[in-house]
C-alpha cells in the first residue's frame, strides 16, 4: 500500500502485525467520530492488551507485537482503530528504520496488505494504518503519520489521559550554618495506564522529518524528500518535471525517453505518459514529446501534472527516463530532474544524478500523496534494465 491508500476488509477478524530491525511498542486506540478516545479503557496496549473488540499480543511468527481487531465486537459509536508504534529505546528516531505493517486475517493468517512509511527521518512515534467503517463494511487505511513526541504525542493527540510526574517536593533547609543544599524527596510515580505512557514533551507541531519548501529552491540528494508545502499549506496545483541531459562524448546523439507511470491503491498500474501518448487521465498528465539527441540547453522533456486534476485513485507517480537505443547511462552526462511551478515556471526542486551505471532505464524521482493531501517528492536515481518503460512498471511500484 502507499501513503493514503485503503482496501476493503474480506475478514471480520484482522490482525496488524508492524514489524522493524529495532524494538517497538505497538499500541490500537479506539476513536469515535470526533477523532477521540471515549475513556483510558479504549488505549490497547502491551500494559493493557484488551479493549473491545481489539486486542494487543504478539505478532505471527513472534516478530514484533500485533494489534487484532474483531468488527464484529467494535462498540458501535467507534468510527475507526488506529494502530501506532513508537521507539523502545530512549532518544531513537525512525530515521534508517522502516517498520512494516502486515495486515492479515486473524483466523486463516492470509496476507490482505502490508505497508511500510516512506522516508521517515525525526519521528519517534507513528500511526501507522487504520482500521475504519465506511457505509456499512470496513476497510484499512495505510497512513504513516509522524510524531516527535513520542507515543505521548500520539495518546494525548487522541485524547488518552497522560499524568505528568508531580514536581518534586524541597525538604526544610537545615536551621544551623553553614548551609547545606536542601534534600529532595520525588514524589510518587503515577499509577493506572497512564503511567507506561512519558509524560508529553511541550507542545509542538508534529514533525515529519522531511524538508519543505519555507526556505526556497531545494536540491535534492539521492533518497531525500521534501514536502511540497510552505507555510504549513500547499503551494502547488500545476507542476512541471523537467528531465535533461547531455551526451558523455561530444558530437554523439543521446536518444532518452522520459515517461511518467501513475499508480494507485496496493502499487497498481493505472496508466503510463510517455512519447507515444502524451495526455493521459483526461489531460491531467501532459507530456511535452519526444527530442532524439539530447542537444540544447535546458529541458530534454518535460512533463506537466495537474495535481488537483489527477483521479482520487492516484496516489504515487514515479519519473523515469529510458534509453531505446540501448545506448547505457555511463554514455550520459549531467543527467538532472527539476519540480516546476506550471504557473511561474520557477524552479523549486532540483535533483542531479551524480552515479551512472551500465543500463538503459532510471528511476528519476517520485511524487507521493500524503494521507493529509499533500505530495511529497523523493530523490530516487535507481537504475534498472530496461529499454523502454515497460519494463520499469514493475520495479517503480516496488519502489513506491
Known sequence: MTPGSNLPLTVARVAVDVTAPVRLDVSGLLLTADGKVRSDDDFVFYNQPNGPGVTHGAGAGGGGDAITV?????????????????????????????????????????????????????????????VYRRGGAWKVRAVGQGYANGLSGIATDFGVSVEEPAAPVAAPAAPIAPPAAPPVTQAPPPTGPAAQVPPPMPTTPPST????????????????????????????????????????????????????????????????????????????????????TGEGGGDDESITVHLGGLPSEVTGLVFTVN????????????????????????????????????????????????????????????????RTVRGMAKPAGKAL
Open 70 to 130: 474483531d468488527t464484529a465486537a467494535v462498540p458501535p459509536d467507534i468510527d475507526k482503530i488506529v494502530v501506532t508504534a513508537s521507539l523502545d529505546g530512549p532518544g531513537a528516531t525512525f530515521a534508517g528504520t522502516e517498520p512494516t505493517a502486515t495486515v492479515r486475517g486473524a483466523d486463516d493468517g492470509a496476507v490482505i496488505a502490508t505497508f511500510t512509511p516512506p522516508q521517515l527521518g525525526a519521528e519517534t512515534a507513528l500511526v501507522v494504518v487504520e
Open 209 to 292: 522529518g522531511k524538508i519543505n519548501l519555507d526556505k526556497g529552491r531545494v536540491s535534492l540528494q539521492k533518497n531525500q524528500t521534501v514536502s511540497l508545502v510552505k507555510g504549513g499549506r500547499p503551494v502547488l496545483s500545476s507542476v512541471k518535471m523537467g528531465l535533461g541531459w547531455e551526451p558523455a562524448f561530444r558530437g554523439a546523439d543521446i536518444d532518452l525517453d522520459a515517461s511518467v507511470i501513475a499508480f494507485g491503491v496496493d502499487r497498481k498500474k493505472i496508466d503510463v505518459c510517455f512519447f507515444g501518448k502524451l495526455a493521459i487521465l483526461n489531460g491531467a498528465i501532459q507530456h511535452s514529446g519526444d527530442n532524439l
Open 323 to 386: 534509453s531505446f537505443s540501448g545506448q547505457k547511462f555511463t554514455d550520459v552526462a549531467k543527467a538532472y530532474c527539476r519540480l516546476v511551478d506550471a504557473q511561474t515556471d520557477e524552479e523549486l526542486v532540483r535533483f542531479d544524478i551524480t552515479h551512472a551505471e551500465p543500463r538503459t532505464g532510471v528511476m528519476m524521482a517520485k511524487l507521493i500523496k500524503q494521507f493529509s493531501g499533500e505530495w511529497e517528492m523523493t530523490a530516487m536515481g535507481e537504475y534498472v534494465d530496461s
